[in-house]
């Protein structure tokens, strides 16, 4: 039995960002630098790219992932869930005789996670098989006491704002939510629940800067940024930390 199957998910047709999924962003395509991270996270395993598009699985092959299929039209919709993609990776899997512990779901938009993080994570999961799966989290950016339901006015925060002015924000907890960065879940589990969480799922806190979701062409600003200004470094992503 293998340790892990990752997932990159990595369907065409983008609406906000044409091709974002195989746009350059710096030395690689968005996808690569999940393949790569996955290649350098020293699990045993296998990567393969979850596309529905003949060019995609090309790029996806030519850094280092296996394509064993393009995704059926059903599941390459605006519609079609995260969870059915892994399920029908799994499926297929299963049906070449292949067993893994975990399942590993890596999204494109999310390329800033670095290789270590997912060996971590799997190292967390080794050492809690209480838990069902791990899923990064970042920490959420205003505090949920600073927003409130649309509406004319700002009743809910106004009466948090004076609250605050007692207790000071930097006492307020940490408040975190998912990042897209990962979702590793074990195999048996997954295939049970259906579902990448549950009560026994545990968060993985990232940087804010591996954090970044690109869905906008602004994300796609900040995250060229990034890499300009060397916040992020591609080597620690693909792997080769010094």
């Known amino acids: ?35 790569k991270a996955a290649q350098h996270a020293s699990v045993c395993g296998k990567i393969w790219c979850s596309t529905d598009s003949q060019q995609y699985a090309l790029i996806a092959k030519e850094y280092g992932a296996e394509v064993p299929f393009i ?22 899997a299963e049906n070449q005789g292949l067993k893994f512990k975990y399942i590993g779901l890596l999204e494109p938009t999310s390329p800033f996670v670095h290789a270590s993080n997912l060996l971590q994570a799997v190292e967390t999961l080794e050492m809690h ?28 925060i106004s009466r948090n704002i004076r609250e605050m002015a007692l207790v000071g924000r930097q006492h307020f907890p940490r408040q975190i939510t998912p990042s897209g960065g990962f979702y590793i879940v074990r195999w048996d589990r ?4 259906k579902s990448f969480y549950s009560e026994k799922t545990r968060g993985y806190l990232l940087e804010p800067s591996q954090g970044l979701e690109i869905d906008e062409i602004s994300d ?23």
């Not at 892990?4 to 609406?15: D, E, N, Q």
């Not at 997954?190 to 629940?193: K, R, S, V």
């Open 190 to 193: 997954f295939l049970l629940n």
């Open 71 to 92: 995704r059926p039209a059903h599941l390459a919709g605006d519609n079609a869930s995260s969870v059915d993609v892994a399920l029908h990776a799994m499926e297929i």
């Open 129 to 156: 098989p209480e838990d069902d799966g791990i899923i990064a989290v970042k920490e959420v950016m205003p505090h949920r006491s600073l927003m409130q339901d649309d509406g004319p006015y700002l009743s809910d």
């Open 220 to 242: 796609w600003i900040l995250a060229e940024y990034y890499l300009e200004k060397k916040i992020i470094q591609i080597e620690k992503i693909i792997g080769n930390e010094r």
């Open 1 to 35: 039995m293998d340790d892990i199957l990752w997932l990159v998910a990595a369907r065409a047709g983008s609406k906000g960002i044409p091709n974002k999924n195989i746009r350059k962003l710096g030395s690689y395509p968005l996808l690569a630098y999940r393949i």
